[in-house]
């Protein structure tokens, strides 16, 4: 004996309930501004490109 386990309604809810979970009306994420990405790079590059810091001096020499 086989019996439809499945109602249209739950099924339906379901659907909207999947629909609602894959498309949200607002994503959940960090998004940062193109000048703070920028300007972050901008440092990130100055502090790369900058001289090493010097080095005490031996009493050797």
């Known amino acids: 004996m086989i019996t ?3 109602a249209p309604v739950e099924t ?3 659907a909207a309930e999947v629909e609602g979970l ?3 009306a607002e994503p959940d994420g960090v998004y940062r501004d193109t ?3 920028g300007g972050g790079l901008l440092l990130l ?3 790369l490109i900058s001289p090493p810091t010097p080095r005490p001096k031996t ?3």
């Open 59 to 61: 009493g050797l020499r």
């Open 22 to 24: 894959l498309t949200p």
């Open 4 to 6: 439809d386990r499945t």
């Open 45 to 47: 590059g100055l502090l």
């Open 35 to 37: 000048r703070e990405c």
């Open 12 to 14: 339906a809810a379901l």
